[in-house]
């Protein structure tokens, strides 16, 4: 058996007998302290600081190990007044060989003075290496030194594999990292896990009820001679997290097995996720308790994540094993997968909705006309579906603020909305944007792939605008995502599921498309399932104007209209409906006017009759002046501002047909009224042959052209 026992010390115990009189009792019995560990050759630092501190004392050291309890090789644990071990993950399979009333102590570890300081001083101009067995024993030593005071850029992580022409020239060797010194490196040994701290030697004394420890010479010198434990950040990670960290894995809980594939360890995490006790899980074998990891049982491999069904609950497990002194540890992290569902659409939307906002509800889409209060009535009953919406409408009709407010209104709004402009990009691109990629897919593809927007969708809205436009390829494929509800990224083996809703816009006729073979027909099926029409805003005159003065309130925009403004803008045909209504708006707040006149308005918006009676008033005070008299409107009384607008519009247009007729002169061309609105609209200025015909009578009364005869055209005097 690997048990090594030593300093068997008598001492005296005095205890009162019946009749009150104190005795003093020779007694021999022996106190016994449990060493474990996974291998054998872990003990030797920590026996020699225990020997010499429990020196004088009677006191049996049973020194064991993980190595012989499998070998059959057991001691009587019976008699056993304080275990200790080396790791948090040994502390329940002990805990559960021991009487109930024995406690078990995990050691905390620390380091000399003399080496913390050689290595801070070392810290201070270049890094150290700090050397361990595996990444993630090496990353444990790390967090130690870093609890102690050492900052962590101050240290980097070597374990075996990596190259040793990356280790630094200080290498602090933690463990067996089978390294060979050099004449290169300066090399400090850590001891294995460390020197005990302490802290440890404090509560050893304690359980064993013999504080006199404490006040004897060696403890005073040790503690003069190792750091102190300055942080309690280690008390709370074990190697397994360090584990888990290094190779990037998400922890809820952790459970530990050993060869034999006997749990040996789990937290309070895994023991709430689990459901189960203590007696349920440590000591026993895996596939016992987890049937089914049976294939798994005694086979040093990686399970990977899978999503299991444990008591009713799906939770994520995810097995890895290690090699460790020629066997190996093997950890399980779990995780509870709804909650790692719910946590990740939450998260993701926070991130999504910074550049996909479903910003329009219901209440935000103004309208009172009977056909949008219908449009809207079926709409709110639509949110409460889950099918697919089809909208159609020609362009600028609010299709996307009733995508957003059907979003908003439904059992998905919660989660992202993810906006797809199906006619703005070529198909390659498209395709990249829609299903993603695998990193190095293609020319040109980031190392690290990319997620598309049906994957941002998840869980969801997915709107895809213009729908028409989609290439008949990408249909294709999107068809098979809907049915399948699973998303396959360029260069990608493996199906990603897909869970969201879809609602698709166009001004098409698609039934038509499908007919001429331009759109697949089980697409079109896949989202016409409930159909909302949209009119555009000639088939509802009467929401012209307040949507004029729902948008100026919106955007904080100060200035009325005048009657005759009032008049074209409400009779204005809106072939692009909301959008040049909009832009119409924005062209008037740009002009800076309190009050806005008809000629104020863009040109394009003015009847011809209006704009001819409005040159006809420029040119004549005395009509303005009998106009202002006439109407009766409250903003009669910025005329004077109405007045001064048309004037300069006029004199405006005077100078460009003066330019445009001398362009076309020093050019050798004839400047009729034809070629003079050519020339003007060549320009990017529209002005009709009427409104170029009076502005050129103004300007021979001023005697400034002269109008020929016949096809002879403008002359200039």
């Not at 004077?640 to 005077?654: C, G, H, L, M």
Request: proline letters at 3%; a negative charge; aromatic letters at 10%.
């Amino acid at each position: 058996m690997d048990v090594d026992s030593f300093l068997v010390i008598r001492y005296d115990e005095i205890y009162e007998n019946g009749a009150g009189e104190l005795i003093m009792e020779n007694n021999y019995r022996r106190k016994k302290v449990l060493l474990w560990s996974f291998g054998s050759d872990e003990w030797e630092a920590c026996c020699e600081v225990l020997g010499q501190f429990f020196e004088g004392e009677e006191i049996e050291i049973i020194k064991t190990s993980f190595a012989a309890y499998e070998a059959g090789l057991h001691t009587d644990y019976s008699q056993v007044d304080l275990a200790l071990v080396t790791s948090s993950e040994w502390y329940y399979f002990v805990k559960g060989m021991l009487p109930e009333h024995v406690p078990v102590l995990c050691l905390k570890y620390t380091i000399t003075r003399e080496h913390f300081g050689k290595i801070e001083e070392v810290s201070r101009s270049e890094t150290v290496s700090v050397a361990g067995e595996t990444a993630w024993h090496a990353a444990y030593q790390l967090r130690l030194l870093e609890g102690l005071g050492l900052p962590e850029k101050a240290m980097k992580v070597w374990s075996p594999g990596l190259p040793e022409e990356e280790l630094c020239r200080m290498v602090l060797i933690a463990g067996q990292a089978g390294l060979k010194e050099t004449k290169e490196h300066e090399y400090l040994n850590f001891y294995g896990h460390g020197v005990p701290s302490t802290d440890s030697l404090v509560q050893i004394a304690m359980r064993l009820e013999m504080g006199r420890l404490l006040q004897k010479d060696f403890y005073k010198i040790y503690d003069s001679c190792v750091m102190p434990s300055e942080s309690p950040m280690m008390e709370s990670i074990g190697i397994g997290q360090c584990y888990a960290a290094s190779m990037k894995k998400a922890v809820n809980g952790v459970m530990c097995f050993l060869p034999g594939d006997r749990i040996s360890y789990y937290d309070y995490n895994a023991a709430s996720l689990l459901h189960v006790s203590a007696l349920e899980l440590v000591g026993k074998r895996l596939a016992d308790v987890f049937p089914f990891l049976k294939e798994y049982a005694g086979q040093p491999q990686e399970f990977g994540e899978q999503v299991v069904r444990f008591n009713e609950r799906d939770l994520i497990f995810d097995l890895c094993i290690f090699p460790s002194r020629d066997s190996f540890i093997g950890y399980i992290f779990i995780s509870d997968y709804k909650q790692d569902c719910e946590r990740e659409l939450r998260l993701r939307t926070k991130v999504l909705q910074k550049v996909h906002a479903a910003k329009d509800t219901f209440e935000t889409i103004c309208g009172n006309s009977a056909s949008i209060e219908k449009c809207l009535e079926k709409a709110r009953k639509f949110a409460h579906s889950q099918a697919s919406v089809l909208l159609i409408g020609p362009a600028g009709s609010g299709k996307g603020m009733f995508a957003s407010a059907i979003h908003n209104g439904s059992m998905c709004s919660q989660g992202p909305f993810i906006t797809v402009h199906c006619g703005t990009l070529n198909g390659m691109q498209l395709e990249r944007e829609l299903f993603g990629y695998e990193g190095g897919a293609f020319s040109g593809a980031s190392k690290e792939g990319k997620q598309g927007l049906l994957e941002l969708a998840h869980m969801g809205t997915l709107f895809l605008d213009e729908i028409g436009e989609l290439p008949l390829e990408l249909q294709k494929k999107l068809i098979w995502v809907l049915q399948e509800k699973k998303v396959v990224r360029i260069g990608g083996k493996g199906a990603i599921p897909v869970d969201f809703r879809v609602i698709a816009a166009t001004h098409r006729d698609l039934k038509r498309m499908v007919k001429e073979n331009r759109f697949y027909k089980d697409l079109y099926y896949h989202l016409n399932v409930l159909t909302l029409e949209l009119p555009g805003l000639d088939a509802c005159k009467e929401e012209i104007l307040p949507l004029f003065g729902h948008i100026c309130r919106k955007k904080g925009y100060l200035f009325e209209l005048a009657p005759e403004a009032v008049k074209c803008i409400q009779e204005h045909q809106y072939k692009g409906n909301m959008q040049e209504l909009c832009n119409c708006i924005e062209y008037l707040r740009s002009l800076e006017k309190p009050v806005i006149a008809l000629e104020d308005l863009p040109v394009y918006m003015q009847a011809e009759e209006e704009r001819d009676s409005n040159l006809y008033r420029s040119a004549d005070k005395e009509k303005m002046e009998d106009r202002k008299k006439r109407e009766e409107s409250p903003i009669n009384a910025m005329d004077p501002f109405i007045q001064e607008a048309i004037i300069r519009n006029t004199e405006s247009q005077k100078q460009i047909v003066l330019d445009a007729i001398q362009e076309l002169r020093k050019g050798g061309k004839a400047a009729g009224r034809r070629s003079i609105c050519k020339k003007l609209q060549e320009d990017g200025c529209y002005l009709s042959e009427m409104q170029i015909r009076k502005v050129l009578e103004l300007l021979q009364e001023e005697h400034k052209v002269i109008i020929g005869k016949g096809r002879t055209g403008v002359w200039l005097p």
